[in-house]
């Protein structure tokens, strides 16, 4: 069954670090890679994006310079590394994979079909 799973969630306090992980078998040399985030409340919004077969990632403003998304094709894992956290970075954070087929690769809510079940991000000020 083709799934992906996310790890590494967890609670932090501002200013502190963590690194997710998203891992799945439909993650190879041309894939786009995506992560994505819901706080409470509001709609879930596009975090980073990469494609595996190279090229430079997609990030949203709120992140830029703070996180860094990477991979690992052998593992069949991507990564999403979080430096300096806020308050408002907190949210449950998904991962979704698709192929190379359908254009840029942009953490674009609608270009993604197989998502994963999320992992809870706390950032406490």
């Known amino acids: 069954q083709v799934q992906l799973v996310e790890s590494g969630g967890g609670s932090v306090q501002a200013g502190g670090s963590l690194r997710l992980s998203c891992a799945g078998r439909i993650i190879g040399s041309r894939s786009c890679v995506a992560w994505f985030r819901q706080a409470p409340g509001k709609e879930r919004e596009g975090v980073a994006a990469?494609?595996?077969?190279?090229?430079?990632?997609d990030y949203a403003d709120s992140v830029k310079g703070r996180f860094t998304i990477s991979q690992d094709v052998a593992k069949s894992t991507v990564y999403l590394q979080m430096n300096s956290l806020k308050a408002e970075d907190t949210a449950i954070y998904y991962c979704a994979a698709r192929g190379a087929y359908g254009g840029a690769c942009r953490a674009r809510m609608a270009d993604f079909g197989l998502w994963g079940q999320g992992t809870q991000v706390t950032v406490s000020s």
């Open positions: 990469v494609y595996t077969g190279g090229g430079n990632p």
